[in-house]
């Protein structure tokens, strides 16, 4: 059974930064995008960032684009999001996704093209 576990959310003031991580156990093998994904009250959920398998190919909403970097490290399942530069419009529940890709370097933006989801990790930004 896949387990996705978000960590690192919390309380910043604008302009700062946090790491969120991302533990992933059950995975058969590495061959999983993984994507990150927020959702703010009375929003829709929206992606954030994904990246391939591998890690070579990757994926930002422009909103999040020269602030957020997303990383992972396939030896420990797990990938991680650099958040700077925080706005308070970042505030919002982070999801962590995955979906196998059977070792395709595709990168997934839409949450509707994951399988398997996190319970999320809440990122507060005080202006």
């Known amino acids: 059974q896949v387990q996705l576990v978000e960590s690192g959310g919390g309380l910043v003031q604008a302009g700062g930064s946090l790491r969120l991580s991302c533990a992933a156990s059950?995975?058969?093998?590495?061959?999983?995008?993984m994507g990150w994904f927020r959702q703010a009250p009375g929003k829709e959920r929206e992606s954030v960032a994904a990246?391939?398998?591998?890690?070579?190919?990757?994926y930002y909403a422009d909103s999040v684009k020269g602030r957020f970097t997303i990383s992972r490290d396939n030896a420990t399942n797990t990938v991680h999001l650099q958040l700077n530069s925080l706005k308070p419009e970042d505030t919002a529940v982070y999801y962590c996704?995955?979906?196998?890709?059977?070792?395709?370097?595709?990168?997934?933006?839409?949450?509707?093209?994951?399988?398997?989801w996190g319970q999320g990790t809440q990122v507060t930004v005080s202006s």
């Open positions: 996704a995955a979906r196998q890709t059977y070792y395709s370097e595709t990168v997934y933006s839409s949450h509707r093209q994951y399988n398997y």
């Open positions: 059950g995975l058969t093998s590495s061959s999983y995008s």
């Open positions: 990246i391939s398998w591998s890690g070579s190919m990757s």
